[in-house]
């Protein structure tokens, strides 16, 4: 495709050691390249989330190589990951994880205050304009606890857009909501990879989801099948 | 900005905590409040004790010591080592208490820098006669001003007061209990009979009372020129001179630096009241203990409710941390938590203590020895206040910073995992 690559893992292994000793990833390699919708699809305990938490930089417990933008971040010190996760990646969970005490707009802005780039009124601006995007903006004030499921979920992507990462990582984002509110979340992912070219990689069990993906990867007891 | 974004975040959980984080405050205020109004009663009262005798106290105190000559005549006879001189029924000859060269010595002192004022005295003992009883007395020959304004004898005066006495060379202030053996007050007159059997008759000004009746029972006040006039004496004759400086601790040095300079005996204020010193310090000692007992409570209670806030706020961390917030950066946030608490409610403590302490210091207090004090003392100095607030950012400090180290260390993958 001889486009760039956005996040590249080479020979990755995962081990957890209790209760028994046992491998979760087994030399995993993969590539997402700038601009491409990848959904990640397997039984359910096959390492996904594992594979993703190590992906996105959180969970560092692991051997093998990763890399950002075609650089190697694999052993950086925890500060700078942080600092990564902060400007480079945006992360979706399965459950709608917000500061519930904070109105969805403080929710958003969060990360765009902690990078520092742009002054309160710029974010602010910005955070409106995602969530209006994303048919919210009229719940800009409300705190996090007074709003639907659904609802949630459209503020955590909002927030994981909010600093123009290089790649969105989701965990069956969809996994909590009902066929229709899914069906809204799938179709704003798929809106921003072709009109924003934004990467986006996907952990879903939703075969319709996964078939309207550029790639899928499936697999299966630790192992990419290919 | 930065900075900003760290408070908002702690400043949020405290208000959405707002009834816990009050609860946590109120230890501290508890603390700091008990601390000031301890320490403030405890000071205020030492001042009074120690003032009762230190005040009144000079820094320095010089005489001219009663004893034998170190050179005897004897000493002074060319001696011949196989001879034995004999002299028998060595007797002192009058006693000479005057300083030499008193105004010239006064003045020399007076040219230390360490020296703060030089004040002379004429001491000497007399007979007080009213009607047919005489009364052994102590009568000090006192320059007024000076006294006043360093040793506040005015303060020991009551009734009466010791202006009359700078100006009228016919005054006297007589101590309680002269006055009251021999049932005279201000405005009677008293005899004064020295040892060599001048006589005077003085007008009483004004009563003094020390507190201590040994001394209130023969003391009386008059100025330098009615003492030396009762003895017989020219102006230069001096019996005492005291000495007050500007630091205490240069007492002692100064002292033994006088004595070898003029020949003279001199005595510092730590030899002659060291009991003084430890009582003082005993008392502070407690307070601080009581004060820190309390602080330590109150760091316990911000220790669990920050540990319970954490516990609580587990997947706030988490997400802060997935969305980039470092570890730093959550520790920062407990951290200023667990300081405001301890800020506020140390400033509310400070107030309330300030509040106590006054509330206390208009409870009447009075006690015969000290005509001056009508209510309980207290010390507002502003340092105790320093202190409080120092104390409680540092007790509160200590208490947030267990639990939010544990924030900053907690894993967010084991946060998102459990869900
Ligand atoms: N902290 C842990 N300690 C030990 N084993 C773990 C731990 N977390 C996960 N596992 C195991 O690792 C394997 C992979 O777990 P993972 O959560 O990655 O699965 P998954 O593919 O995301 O499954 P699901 O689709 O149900 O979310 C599972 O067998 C799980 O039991
Ligand atoms: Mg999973």
């Known amino acids: 495709m001889g486009r760039k690559s956005v996040i590249r893992a080479e020979s990755i292994n995962k081990f957890f050691q209790q209760p028994v000793p046992f491998q979760v990833l087994k030399n995993i390699s993969l590539d997402v390249a700038s601009g491409e919708f990848v959904s990640v699809m397997g039984k359910s305990g096959c390492g996904k989330s594992t594979l993703l938490y190590i992906l996105s930089t959180m969970d560092t417990d692991y051997t093998g190589k990763l890399y950002l933008n075609d650089q190697l971040i694999t052993g950086l010190q925890a500060e700078q990951l942080a600092a990564i996760r902060n400007e480079h990646i945006g992360f979706v969970f399965q459950f709608h994880f917000l500061l519930p005490e904070f109105s969805v707009l403080d929710n958003v802005s969060l990360p765009a205050k902690k990078l520092g780039r742009k002054n309160s009124e710029v974010i602010r601006e910005d955070a409106l304009e995602i969530l209006r995007m994303l048919d919210i903006g009229h719940i800009a004030e409300k705190k996090a606890y007074r709003i639907s499921g659904g609802e949630k979920q459209r503020v955590a992507i909002a927030r994981s857009l909010i600093n123009s990462p290089s790649i969105i990582m989701g965990d069956e984002p969809t996994g909590n909501l009902d066929s229709k509110n899914s069906a809204n979340v799938l179709s704003i992912f798929r809106n921003l990879a072709t009109t924003e070219g934004l990467t986006l990689l996907i952990v879903t069990h939703d075969k319709d989801f996964a078939r309207q993906t550029d790639r899928t990867i499936t697999m299966e007891d630790g192992i990419i099948l290919p | ?419």
């Open chain 2, 1 to 419: 900005m930065y900075k900003k974004l760290l408070w908002f975040i702690a400043g949020m959980h405290i208000i959405t905590r707002l009834k816990q984080s009050i609860v946590a405050g109120l230890g501290v205020t508890f603390g700091i409040a008990t601390f000031i109004t301890l320490i403030s009663f405890m000071t205020g009262l030492n001042g009074l004790l120690d003032g009762l005798t230190l005040d009144r106290t000079p820094h320095i105190h010089l005489y001219n010591e009663t004893g034998p000559t170190k050179v005897q005549p004897l000493d002074l006879v060319a001696g011949t080592p196989t001879d034995w001189h004999l002299i028998r029924s060595v007797k002192p000859k009058p006693q000479q208490s005057r300083i030499h060269a008193a105004p010239t010595l006064i003045k020399a002192i007076s040219t230390f820098p360490e020296v703060a004022a030089v004040a002379p005295q004429v001491s000497t003992q007399a007979f007080y006669t009213a009607g047919a009883i005489d009364l052994n007395g102590l009568i000090a020959g006192i320059d007024v001003e000076q006294e006043e304004r360093w040793y506040k004898l005015g303060d020991y005066v009551s009734p009466g007061s010791i202006v009359a006495l700078s100006q009228n060379d016919n005054a006297i202030i007589v101590g309680a209990g002269v006055a009251k053996k021999l049932s005279v007050g201000i405005g009677n007159k008293i005899q004064l009979v020295s040892p060599r059997g001048n006589s005077l008759s003085l007008k009483i000004v004004g009563t003094y009372q020390s507190g201590l009746a040994e001394v209130d029972d023969v003391q009386s006040y008059v100025n330098l020129k009615t003492a030396q006039r009762l003895i017989g004496e020219p102006d230069s004759y001096i019996t005492d001179i005291n000495i007050k400086l500007h630091d205490l601790e240069q007492a002692f040095p100064l002292a033994q630096r006088l004595e070898r300079l003029y020949d003279i005996k001199a005595v510092d204020i730590g030899t002659a009241n060291a009991q003084f010193d430890t009582g003082t310090s005993i008392r502070n000692i407690i307070t601080y203990a009581v004060s820190i007992t309390l602080l330590i409570v109150a760091g316990f209670g911000i220790y669990n409710i920050l540990n319970m806030f954490i516990q609580e706020k587990m997947n706030d961390i988490a997400i802060l941390k997935a969305t980039g917030f470092s570890g730093a950066d959550v520790m920062k946030i407990f951290i200023i938590q667990a300081m405001t608490i301890g800020l506020a409610g140390g400033t509310v403590g400070l107030l309330l203590g300030w509040i106590f302490s006054y509330t206390i210091s208009r409870i009447p207090f009075e006690i015969e020895a000290l005509p001056t004090v009508t209510t309980y003392p207290i010390n507002f100095n502003l340092t105790y206040y320093f202190i409080g607030i120092a104390f409680a950012l540092i007790a509160t400090f200590f208490a947030g910073y267990l639990p939010a180290s544990r924030a900053r260390k907690m894993d967010p993958v084991d946060v998102l995992r459990r869900q």
